[in-house]
Nanobody, 129 residues
Framework: QVQLVESGGGLVQTGDSLRLACAAS????????MGWFRQAPGKEREFVAS?????????YYADSVKGRFTISIDKTKNTVTLQMNSLKPDDTAVYYC?????????????????????WGRGTQVTVSS
């Protein structure tokens, strides 16, 4: 049974940094792409970042976080990390970790918009002004 468990959320101030972690278990994630998504109150869930479990393929960021957020994967610890710097109030949301099989027919930035197979329950990030 696949489990993705997020941690690291909290209340911070504008300009602060926060590091989210996603503990992944239950299967071999080779040939999977890992993603971070977020959902703000009253808004639809949106893509934040993605990266292949092995290597740096399929590394993408939403324009709103490019240059501030970094996704990384520690395969020895089965952990996906989202380092968030220069946080803004607009970054306030529930952040979700997700995984999807890296099918060969996906091209370009497909992983920013295709449905993901597995999801965590989310962790709240609140940025005060």
């Amino acid at each position: 049974q696949v489990q993705l468990v997020e941690s690291g959320g909290g209340l911070v101030q504008t300009g602060d940094s926060l590091r989210l972690a996603c503990a992944a278990s239950g299967r071999n994630f080779d040939y999977h792409v890992m993603g971070w998504f977020r959902q703000a109150p009253g808004k639809e869930r949106e893509f934040v970042a993605s990266r292949s479990w092995t290597g740096t393929r399929n590394t993408y960021y939403a324009d709103s976080v490019k240059g501030r957020f970094t996704i990384s994967i520690d395969k020895t610890k089965n952990t996906v990390t989202l380092q968030m710097n220069s946080l803004k109030p607009d970054d306030t949301a529930v952040y979700y970790c997700a995984a999807v099989r890296e099918m060969t027919y996906y091209t370009g930035d497909d992983f920013t918009r295709i449905p993901y197979d597995y999801w965590g329950r989310g962790t709240q990030v609140t940025v005060s002004s």
